[in-house]
């Protein structure tokens, strides 16, 4: 084992492309993290590999927030706080039919126990990355901007190491073990400030300019365990 990190934020996102909750601690599971990204609104029309509303379409879904209110291993229970304070449970008509007077488009709400990923169960990405970025294309450094899983902070390595553990499995706290399958190739998502939806274009500049559009990795989870904040994260050697 080679340590290479350490663990300093957890998150899931209940709803794809809402605003997600930090986390203290949780399992990764065959299916990834419980309730990450279970619930989606899919665009009726659309006949797309990629059908869902995202903040590609409407930005100011990241300002809707989410709350598991239950969560089981097949039945998740998540609340939608909207911009202006309303709450609603995520299978409310009344919210379904408020994002579709905002998107312009008819929605339905999809619930999938394994999650709508857009490849792969499990994000990761290093604080150094996130800093390097945030320096390169001189914007606040938020982590919340590449909506990760798992946020590590390196105990030696650079920036953008982390692209360099594809292929390589990672133990992550006591029993955890992940694969590491693909970079991520960053899209016009992480041009937008998760906390107002204000877009930067300078951020996907410079990360398509000076990285070759990567940033963060793709995981998915060879042996479930508990993993929290401070965990340490081990490449297999």
Not at 4 to 29: D, F, H, N
Not at 190 to 209: E, G, H, N, Y
Request: proline share 5%; with cysteine.
């Amino acid at each position: 084992m080679q340590s290479v990190g350490v663990i300093r934020q957890l998150g899931r996102y209940p709803v794809k492309s809402m605003r997600g909750e930090s986390l203290l601690a949780t399992t990764l599971t065959l299916q990834g993290v419980p309730a990450d990204r279970r619930y989606a609104f899919v665009q009726m029309a659309s006949r797309s590999s990629f059908p869902w509303l995202t903040a590609r379409e409407l930005p100011e879904l990241l300002c809707y927030s989410t709350c598991v209110e239950q969560a089981g291993p097949q039945e998740v229970e998540v609340s939608v706080t909207t911009p202006g304070g309303e709450k609603f449970p995520i299978q409310s008509d009344e919210l379904r039919q408020a994002l579709e007077v905002r998107s312009g488009k008819k929605l339905f709400l999809l619930y999938d126990y394994r999650g709508s990923y857009d490849v792969a169960p499990i994000s990761l990405i290093s604080r150094q990355t996130v800093s390097q970025i945030a320096k390169e294309s001189e914007t606040e450094e938020d982590p919340l901007r590449f909506r990760p899983n798992l946020l590590i902070d390196l105990e030696r390595g650079e920036a953008f190491d982390e692209l360099n553990w594809v292929g390589r499995i990672l133990r992550v706290g006591d029993a955890a073990r992940i694969a590491i399958t693909e970079v991520d190739q960053r899209c016009m998502m992480i041009t937008l400030d998760p906390a107002s939806a204000k877009p930067s274009s300078a951020v996907l500049r410079c990360v398509a300019q000076q990285h070759k559009q990567c940033a963060g990795v793709y995981a998915t989870v060879l042996t479930p365990g508990e993993v929290r904040i401070g965990d340490t994260v081990s490449l297999e050697t």
